[in-house]
Structure formats: C-alpha cells, structure tokens
C-alpha cells in the first residue's frame, strides 16, 4: 500500500537514478498543467512529506506528485519505453542526458509549482517521523486535540501525522493493544506514536522489512490484523474482524482488529 513509508523508498530510487541529470526532453501530461515541457531543467532533489513526493529542479520549479492508491513510478534504460498496454497512463515523462527515461505512471495528483510555494501543497501536514524536523509533541498535540475522535481516524488525518496509511493506523492499533475505534482520549498517544515512528524508519530503510510489522517476511504471516479478516489471530488465535469503512473517511478504508487483543465497543 503506498504510505509514507512507500513514498520515502521511492525518491531514494529516483535520487539514485536521476539526481544531478539534465531532463533531455521530458512533459507533464496530467493536471493543470498538462502539455507544459520539463527540458532542460536539471533534477537537483528529491523530497518528502508523508505520502507527497517533491521533485525539485534548478529552474526554481518543483514537480509535486501523489501515488494515491494506484499511481507508481518507473525507470527505463536508454532507448527502451514502458509497455503499450499502459503507455496511455503515463501522466509524467523525463528522459535523462544519459538515454534513462522516468515514468510517472497513473499518478492521479500532478502539480508543478514554484519551489517557494511548496507550501502550497504540503504546509497542512503534519509532523513526518521520515523527516529530519519531525516533531513528536507537535504530533501528539494536534491528535489529542480532539480527543472524542476515534483513533483510526485521528491516525488517518494527515494534518495530525504525515505518513501512516491505513496499513500502518491497523497494524499500530494491534501493536498497542487497543481497538481502532476507541476515543482519542482513552489513548496513551505519545507511546503510540514513539513505536509507529521506529516502525516507519525500519520499514523506509531496513531491506526486507518493508511494511513488515510481526517481524516475519513471509507471505500470510507479515501483518497482524490486516487483510486477515475471518482468519485466526497470529498472537491468540481469535478471529480477526473488520468493517467495511472507517466513519467520515471518503476513501472508505477498512479497518480490521482482533476482538481479543483489542477489546472495544466492536470487539
């Protein structure tokens, strides 16, 4: 699932293979401002804030772009081109000064702004455990700041905590042993909050341990609670439940949790 966690991993790929080159011939072909030609410029840095990604270039513009649930990236070698059968959901292409050519495949989310007003796009956010400002007390203040919120969706907010999709605001849930429903107020937030941040660092940087959060890769066996609904429990055996959305989420997520682990009002 792309999370915060996904997007870090992602510039440090495209950091590796296009950092410092020059964009030989390259266009926007989505969002406001579709048609509008990227040659020339040259990749100075990738950035990221939670789930956005920030290309920056030496002509004072920065290429801001959000995989949502289905975009991805790619990188060609010279001379070579993404397959047919998705070359119509290319939203953003960048052939390098040496043949490379980066892919921005169905990226819903397309921006190119002037790098003074990144905070246009990304200011609302908040703390990023994956940035060197993250801010742990800002993050608990702004969560416990309406404390009657459910957990689930106080976590999923980004303008609380940037960078825990709904994979992470389940598997944290379990890990901290209470119900993804239960208010804010009855939380202890700030532990919470010291192990989703070292989980999120060891899942952007640790090989292997990639959205792994029982410490063991292997397929079925990776997650404690999600996708495995109607399934027993990897730590006590009960059945793991889920419903089918979390309330007020647009992106109408599920959220999975074992009734016996985390006891609550749906449990």
């Known amino acids: 699932m792309p999370e ?4 870090f991993r992602l510039a ?7 950092e410092g080159h020059v964009v030989a011939d390259g266009e926007l072909r989505s969002g406001a401002s579709a048609g509008q030609s990227l040659t020339a410029g040259r990749i100075d840095s990738y950035d990221t804030h939670g789930k956005n990604l920030l290309t920056r270039f030496d ?3 920065t290429l801001h772009t959000h995989l949502r649930m289905q975009g991805s990236w790619t990188v060609t070698a010279r001379g070579r081109r993404v397959p047919p059968r ?3 959901q290319v939203r953003v292409r960048l052939r390098l000064d040496d043949g490379r050519t980066l892919w921005g495949i169905d990226v819903p989310v397309v921006r190119l702004l002037p790098t003074a007003r ?5 200011g609302r956010l908040g703390p990023d455990p994956l940035r060197g400002d993250w801010d742990h ?18 976590l999923l907010d980004q ?10 605001v389940n598997e944290l849930a379990f890990l901290r042993g209470v119900h993804p429903f239960r208010p804010v107020a009855e939380v202890d937030v700030p532990a919470l909050l010291t192990v989703g941040a070292r989980a999120l660092r060891l899942s952007a940087a640790v090989p292997g341990m990639y959205q792994v959060t029982t410490g063991r890769a292997v397929k079925g066996e990776s997650h404690w609670v999600v996708g495995r609904a109607g399934r027993p429990c990897l730590r006590c055996g009960t059945r793991v439940r889920v419903v089918a959305e979390c309330a007020g989420d647009p992106e109408r997520r599920r959220t999975w949790w074992c009734p016996r682990c985390q006891p609550g009002e749906f449990g």
Do not use: C, K, Q, Y
């Open 4 to 7: 915060g966690d996904s997007v």
């Open 12 to 18: 440090v790929r495209l950091r590796e293979a296009s």
């Open 59 to 61: 002509t004072g513009l």
């Open 86 to 88: 998705i070359a119509h």
């Open 118 to 122: 990144e905070g246009e796009v990304v």
């Open 137 to 154: 007390a800002e993050a608990v203040r702004r969560i416990e700041g309406r404390p009657d919120r459910p957990l689930v969706a106080a």
């Open 159 to 168: 303008g609380n905590v940037a960078g825990f999709g709904n994979l992470w």
